[in-house]
């Protein structure tokens, strides 16, 4: 009797204390696992801050890149919207540009018995400037003349007074130009279809003004 009841208690505390033994060891486990959880967890916000912050630097960029091409094209819009009006372009003060945009247009129409100006300014700041560039006319026999005014003898030719030309084309259906100014100011291209009675001149240009920057 005292043996069975010996062997009955020494069963019970075999199995109390291996269940003990059993949950440790799972709570060891699964505290080993939460760790790994908690740092693979940390390592991915991690990762996400990385990719968030070369998000955020992308972003800047294309916004910055956004914001200098939108200055360029307004730039050139203006410029564009200046010649077409027959208005001077914006004053190249700094004369950090080398090349200034004078005609660059698929037509110009010319009126019969009109004449078609473009206002171009050889900055101070400049230490020399040259318009240069090519033309072809359209339209009946095509022929066209094209000018180069200083302001003065511009306003004498387009007054009827006369007027010298630092350059004139002649009547033709094409032509270059490559004329050097002689000092800072205001000059004038000119499209003339003056001696046409009846019909329309259809011009095509890609002219420049380049400057000489110090």
């Known amino acids: 009797m005292k043996r069975s009841l010996f062997f009955a208690l020494w069963f019970l505390v075999l199995a109390v204390f291996g269940c003990g033994n059993d949950v440790e060891e799972q709570i060891d486990v699964l505290t080993q696992d ?3 959880i908690k740092a693979e967890q940390q390592g991915l916000r991690q990762e996400l801050n990385r990719v968030e912050a070369g998000q955020q630097g992308l972003q800047q960029g294309i916004e910055e890149m956004d914001q200098d091409l939108n200055a360029k094209v307004d730039a050139l819009g203006n410029r564009v919207n200046h010649l077409e009006t027959g208005e001077p372009p914006p004053p190249v003060s700094s004369c950090k540009e ?3 945009i004078v005609g660059k247009f698929p037509s110009v129409s010319v009126s019969p018995g009109s004449f078609t100006p473009f206002k171009v300014e050889f900055p101070r700041t400049a230490n020399a400037a040259k318009i240069s560039g090519d033309f072809v006319s ?8 094209v000018f180069i005014f200083d302001a003065d003898n511009y306003r004498d030719w387009s007054d009827g007074r006369g007027g010298v030309p630092l350059f004139r084309s002649g009547r033709v259906t ?13 000059y004038y291209l000119v499209f003339s279809n003056l001696e046409s ?3 329309v001149r259809s011009v095509t240009a890609d002219i420049v003004l ?3 920057c110090p």
Do not use: Y
Not at 138 to 145: E, K, N, P, S, Y
Not at 174 to 186: K, Y
């Open 34 to 36: 939460l760790a790994e």
């Open 98 to 100: 080398d090349t200034v």
């Open 138 to 145: 359209q339209g009946g026999d095509g022929l066209i003349t």
């Open 174 to 186: 094409r032509g270059s130009i490559n004329v050097d100014l002689p000092q800072p100011g205001i």
């Open 197 to 199: 009675t009846f019909l």
């Open 210 to 212: 380049t400057l000489d």
